[in-house]
């Protein structure tokens, strides 16, 4: 099959793709030790967390999450079971074309964009990386359809290095929580790489990804049964206290 390299993006997405480095932030005595509460707590409740997206290798993880862009991770898990069975390497996504592919994820949403994306990714990853995933992360912003947040949760779950990626939960139960009252993901990740204590950082995104999914939900909060409601300043505002 000819394949076709899309030009290199990588020079437009670099300044984009530095990683965020952790400011300095002076913390009062009390605010260090109840963000060190907090991640105690989180870290007795549940010490090993991980995604929830299934894949079987560094590519397949890659893609999984790419896809979970704006989708539930249990509707791409649904898709991918029987996707990844048949390619879960570049070249077989390849050969399995795009017309497929974009009948395996129709359940997801965008799933046009991200099914041509996927089969971009691949010829990129089977012509310049020989059919494995860059494990940096401006080559992996460089991959069409992969932000700034793929990467980082890559790079996270890879052990590459530790990395907070913000999507609408973190977001959220950051700024409940006050960790953050950054206005954008940018921001709140910056503030999460400089506050969360280094020993928690490559957990930190599982558990406040799962607090939000599960007990910090975007409408009703679970104010009454949540782990760390002592140590949140919200709580008063969700229980009429
Ligand atoms: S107390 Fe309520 S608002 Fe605060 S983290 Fe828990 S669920 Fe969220």
């Given at each position: 099959m000819t394949t076709t390299m899309?030009?290199?993006?990588a020079a437009k997405k670099s300044a984009r793709a530095r990683a965020v480095k952790p400011k300095r932030k002076r913390l009062s005595p009390a605010e260090a030790a109840r963000i060190e509460a907090l991640f105690a707590r989180f870290e007795a409740a549940e010490p090993a967390p991980a995604t929830e997206l299934a894949y079987r290798n560094p590519y397949t993880l890659v893609v999984a999450v790419a896809l979970s862009a704006q989708a539930t991770d249990k509707s791409v898990n649904k898709a991918t079971e029987r996707l990844f069975a048949v390619a879960d390497t570049p070249q077989a996504m390849i050969e399995l074309g795009e017309a497929r592919l974009t009948e395996a994820i129709k359940t997801i949403g965008l799933y046009r964009t991200k099914a041509k994306n996927v089969i971009a990714l691949s010829r990129i990853l089977v012509d310049r990386y020989g059919g494995e995933v860059p494990l940096s992360r401006e080559a992996l912003q460089a991959l069409p359809g992969v932000g700034r947040k793929t990467a980082s949760v890559v790079l996270?779950?890879?052990g590459?290095?530790?990395?907070?990626?913000?999507?609408?939960h973190v977001f959220r139960v950051s700024h409940r929580l006050k960790l953050s009252d950054a206005p954008t993901p940018e921001g709140v990740e910056q503030d999460l790489m400089a506050r969360v204590p280094e020993r928690w950082r490559t957990r930190a995104h599982h558990w406040l990804i799962l607090h939000g999914r599960y007990v910090c939900v975007a409408r009703r909060p679970k104010c009454e049964v949540c782990p760390v409601a002592d140590l949140c300043p919200s709580r008063a505002l969700y229980l009429g206290m």
């Open positions: 899309p030009p290199d993006p996270n779950e890879l590459v290095e530790p990395a907070i990626a913000v999507d609408t």
